[in-house]
């Protein structure tokens, strides 16, 4: 069976300063790789997907993940972080199938002035 | 419709009373998906449907969960006999077939008293 961890349950940062949101999964498979977003009160919202090809992964809203295949991770970069990013990202991972996905506890980022 | 919708956004239940949770996916998506999201955790799988056929519902806890989309598009998720740890979010999603990174959406907050 899949398993995604999010090593992170909270990570705070000021605003402007570059983040990492870190995710490693396991799977012996060939895999694809989804980073969402959850706002409060709202459902998930699609970030970014690493399905083949280049490693690194640019995704809506300035962020970019990078999928390593010798580490089996996926962590979630923004360069420069804004007040309204603070949300709770959830990394995902199918095996494909019926595009079920597996997702991490989730990792709540909180972006102060 | 332009996105997922899902009725009643809030629900609160009696222990042991039966519910309903209604589902509207994107006009055309073939394929359709409900995901149960405790509170603090990552969404878990319960039920896949393409168009009217159920293709797994390996996710669901117990025989008092039951799903269903007669018409391959409204989908309703029904919980027997409520308990307490039913008190979840209830996400559905729905994409075209094939697709990775679906539409989820707002959810159904279940509160079981």
């Known amino acids: 069976a899949q398993s995604v961890t999010q090593l992170d349950s909270q990570v705070p940062v000021f605003e402007e300063a570059p983040v990492e949101l870190r995710c490693n999964y396991s799977s012996s498979v060939s895999v694809y790789l989804f980073w969402y977003v959850q706002y409060p009160n709202q459902g998930l919202q699609l970030l970014l997907k690493y399905l083949s090809g280049s490693t690194l992964v640019k995704g809506i809203n300035g962020f970019e993940a990078e999928f390593n295949k010798s580490q089996t991770s996926f962590h979630l970069r923004k360069p420069s972080v804004h007040i309204s990013d603070t949300a709770e990202y959830f990394c995902?991972?199918?095996?494909?199938?019926?595009?079920?996905?597996?997702f991490g506890k989730g990792t709540m980022l909180l972006v102060s002035p | 419709g332009a996105g997922v919708s899902q009725s009643p956004r809030y629900k609160v239940a009696k222990r042991g009373q039966d519910v309903a949770l209604r589902c509207d996916p994107i006009?055309?998506?073939?394929?359709l998906f409900w995901y149960q999201q405790a509170l603090g955790q990552g969404p878990e799988f319960l039920t896949y449907?393409?168009?009217?056929?159920?293709?797994?519902k390996s996710g669901l806890p117990s025989d008092r969960f039951f799903a269903e989309r007669p018409e391959g598009s409204v989908s309703t998720l029904k919980i027997q006999r409520t308990q307490q740890e039913d008190s979840a979010v209830y996400l559905c999603a729905s994409s075209p077939l094939g697709s990775y990174g679906y539409t989820f959406g707002s959810g159904t907050r279940l509160t079981v008293v």
């Open positions: 006009s055309g998506h073939v394929s």
């Open positions: 449907f393409q168009n009217e056929a159920q293709l797994d």
């Open positions: 995902a991972v199918s095996d494909g199938g019926y595009s079920t996905l597996t």
